[in-house]
C-alpha cells in the first residue's frame, strides 16, 4: 500500500507538470497559428499509448512511458527525430515557416509556464495553508546561535539584516533549512554592523546536524508537559522557568534544547524557579535529547495577505531557482556528488512519502515544477534551452540551420538525455541498499 500511494503521488505530479509544460508549447504554437500534430502526457514508444482521441489535426493521449511528453509541431525536428517534412516545400502552418521570435517564444513557454505553475503553487500555499509568518523585528532578542553556527563567527543576540543581499522581513527567510548551499549574512551585533559568510554545509547537514540558527532566544519557560513523559514522572510543571541544566547556566529556550540534546541516554539535574523558590529535579534524557516540555514561543503569527502571499511565493521560488542553480554549479566543480545530488523517479517517488499530504503534495510539486523549468532551459539539444541556442545560431547567421546539423544535434541530445535518465534510475536503486 505505501508503494501504491509513492507511486500514484509520482504519477500525478509528472502528470500535472508535463501537461503544463506541453500546454505552454501548445498554447502559443496556436496562438502563431502552427499547426500541432500530437500532444501526449508521457511518450507513445513505437505507438504504444494508454489511449487517445484526435480532434481537429491534433491528436491526444498518454503514453506508456512516464518519463516525459511532447507537443509535435509541424515542420519542427523535435524528439520524434520526423525530418520527412525537410523534404518538402515550406508550408506556411510550420513551425520553420515563422519568424524567429515566435519560435523563441514556443520554444520557452514551458519553461515559463512551469515557472508560474512553481509561484502561483508558493503562493497558494502561503494564503491557504501557512499558519503565517514571524516579522523579524518580533526578534527583538536577536537569533538564537546553536553550536554550528558559533563555529562561523554567529552568536547569540545577533540580528540579521540581509541574507544573500535580500532584506531580512521575515524569520523564514533565515530558517537554518537556508544554509546548506551556504550565505553571505550582514548581521547588526550591538551597535557594529559585520558580514559573515557561511560556507555550504551541504555534508553536515547529511550527517543530521540542521540545527544553526533559530528563534529560540526567549525566556526557558515551560508551557506544557507531555503526557506519560519523563517530565511529567519528575513532577515538572507549566510555568516553570528553567535555570540550570547540571552545572550549565541556562538563558533561552534555545539553551534548554541544546542543553538537553547534548545530555542524550542520561539523568541530569534541572533546576528550575517556581513559586519564587529555586528546586532542582533529575530527570532521564531520552535518546532524542527530549524529557517531554514544550515553551510557547512569544512571537505571533503575521497572516499573508493576498498581496503578501504573491510576493512571497514569487521571492521563495525564485529563491529555490537560485539555490538550484547553485547546486549545480557545486555538481560541475566538484564540490557536491551527483550520486548525492540527483533524483531519478524513485527518488522522487520517495520524497512524496508513503502519505497521503495534500500539503506537502503541492510543496513538492511546486518545487518540482521550477527545476523542470530550470532542466528544461539548459542549452542542451533536445531540450528546450537547446533549441532556443540554435535559433539562436539562425539569427546570428542570418539563414535556417541545415536539418541534417538540426537532426544530428537533437540526436546527441536524445543521447545526452537518455543517459541522464539512465544514471538518475540506476542511482536511485543503489540508493535503496545504502
Given at each position: 500500500?505505501?508503494?501504491?500511494?509513492?507511486?500514484?503521488?509520482?504519477?500525478?505530479?509528472?502528470?500535472?507538470?508535463?501537461?503544463?509544460?506541453?500546454?505552454?508549447?501548445?498554447?502559443?504554437?496556436?496562438?502563431?497559428?502552427?499547426?500541432?500534430?500530437?500532444?501526449?502526457?508521457?511518450?507513445?514508444?513505437?505507438?504504444?499509448?494508454?489511449?487517445?482521441?484526435?480532434?481537429?489535426?491534433?491528436?491526444?493521449?498518454?503514453?506508456?512511458?512516464?518519463?516525459?511528453?511532447?507537443?509535435?509541431?509541424?515542420?519542427?525536428?523535435?524528439?520524434?527525430?520526423?525530418?520527412?517534412?525537410?523534404?518538402?516545400?515550406?508550408?506556411?502552418?510550420?513551425?520553420?515557416?515563422?519568424?524567429?521570435?515566435?519560435?523563441?517564444?514556443?520554444?520557452?513557454?514551458?519553461?515559463?509556464?512551469?515557472?508560474?505553475?512553481?509561484?502561483?503553487?508558493?503562493?497558494?500555499?502561503?494564503?491557504?495553508?501557512?499558519?503565517?509568518?514571524?516579522?523579524?523585528?518580533?526578534l527583538d532578542r536577536g537569533i538564537y546561535s546553536y553550536p554550528l553556527a558559533q563555529n562561523y563567527g554567529l552568536q547569540t543576540g545577533d540580528k540579521v539584516i540581509a541574507i544573500n543581499g535580500a532584506k531580512v522581513k521575515r524569520y523564514e527567510d533565515i530558517g537554518s533549512s537556508k544554509f546548506y548551499l551556504g550565505a553571505d549574512l550582514l548581521i547588526r551585533r550591538n551597535q557594529e554592523t559585520l558580514s559573515i559568510k557561511i560556507p555550504a554545509l551541504l555534508?553536515?547537514?547529511?550527517?543530521?546536524?540542521?540545527?544553526?540558527?533559530?528563534?529560540?532566544?526567549?525566556?526557558?519557560?515551560?508551557?506544557e508537559i507531555l503526557p506519560g513523559s519523563n517530565a511529567e514522572k519528575s513532577h515538572f510543571k507549566p510555568g516553570d522557568k528553567i535555570v540550570k541544566l547540571d552545572s550549565l547556566l541556562v538563558s533561552s529556550w534555545g539553551d534548554v534544547k541544546t542543553g538537553l540534546s547534548e545530555r542524550k541516554s542520561k539523568t541530569t539535574l534541572i533546576t528550575v524557579y517556581r513559586n519564587n523558590a529555586l528546586m532542582t529535579i533529575s530527570v532521564p534524557v531520552d535518546s532524542m535529547g527530549m524529557i517531554g516540555i514544550k515553551s510557547k514561543a512569544p512571537y505571533t503569527h503575521e497572516k499573508y495577505s493576498l498581496s503578501q502571499s504573491v510576493n512571497y511565493g514569487i521571492k521563495d521560488a525564485i529563491s529555490f531557482l537560485q539555490d538550484n542553480i547553485k547546486g549545480f554549479r557545486m555538481i560541475f566543480s566538484g564540490k557536491a556528488?551527483?550520486?548525492?545530488?540527483?533524483?531519478?523517479?524513485?527518488?522522487?517517488?520517495?520524497?512524496?512519502?508513503?502519505?497521503?499530504?495534500?500539503?506537502?503534495?503541492?510543496?513538492?510539486?511546486?518545487?518540482?515544477?521550477?527545476?523542470?523549468?530550470?532542466?528544461n532551459v539548459l542549452p542542451i539539444p533536445a531540450l528546450d534551452g537547446g533549441h532556443v541556442?540554435?535559433?539562436?545560431?539562425?539569427?546570428?547567421?542570418?539563414?535556417?540551420?541545415?536539418?541534417?546539423?538540426?537532426?544530428?544535434?537533437?540526436?546527441?541530445?536524445?543521447?545526452?538525455?537518455?543517459?541522464?535518465?539512465?544514471?538518475?534510475?540506476?542511482?536511485?536503486?543503489?540508493?535503496?541498499?545504502?
Open positions: 500500500m505505501d508503494i501504491l500511494i509513492m507511486v500514484c503521488q509520482l504519477l500525478l505530479g509528472l502528470s500535472i507538470l508535463v501537461f503544463i509544460h506541453e500546454f505552454g508549447h501548445y498554447i502559443s504554437a496556436k496562438i502563431f497559428k502552427m499547426k500541432v500534430d500530437k500532444f501526449f502526457i508521457f511518450f507513445d514508444a513505437y505507438g504504444k499509448k494508454v489511449f487517445s482521441f484526435k480532434r481537429g489535426e491534433t491528436e491526444y493521449g498518454i503514453g506508456v512511458i512516464p518519463l516525459g511528453g511532447y507537443v509535435k509541431i509541424a515542420g519542427m525536428i523535435d524528439e520524434s527525430m520526423d525530418t520527412e517534412h525537410t523534404q518538402q516545400p515550406i508550408q506556411p502552418w510550420e513551425f520553420r515557416a515563422k519568424p524567429i521570435w515566435q519560435r523563441m517564444i514556443v520554444m520557452l513557454a514551458g519553461v515559463i509556464i512551469n515557472f508560474i505553475f512553481g509561484c502561483a503553487v508558493f503562493a497558494g500555499l502561503l494564503w491557504t495553508s501557512e499558519l503565517g509568518f514571524i516579522p523579524i523585528e518580533q555534508d553536515t547537514f547529511k550527517k543530521g546536524s540542521v540545527l544553526f540558527i533559530g528563534a529560540e532566544n526567549f525566556q526557558p519557560i515551560i508551557s556528488k551527483a550520486s548525492e545530488s540527483i533524483q531519478g523517479p524513485i527518488g522522487i517517488a520517495k520524497i512524496y512519502g508513503n502519505t497521503w499530504e495534500w500539503h506537502k503534495f503541492w510543496v513538492i510539486t511546486g518545487m518540482l515544477s521550477l527545476v523542470l523549468a530550470f532542466v541556442l540554435l535559433l539562436c545560431v539562425e539569427f546570428i547567421i542570418r539563414r535556417p540551420l541545415p536539418a541534417k546539423l538540426a537532426y544530428f544535434t537533437q540526436m546527441i541530445g536524445i543521447a545526452m538525455v537518455l543517459f541522464l535518465m539512465l544514471f538518475s534510475i540506476i542511482n536511485d536503486i543503489l540508493n535503496l541498499f545504502k
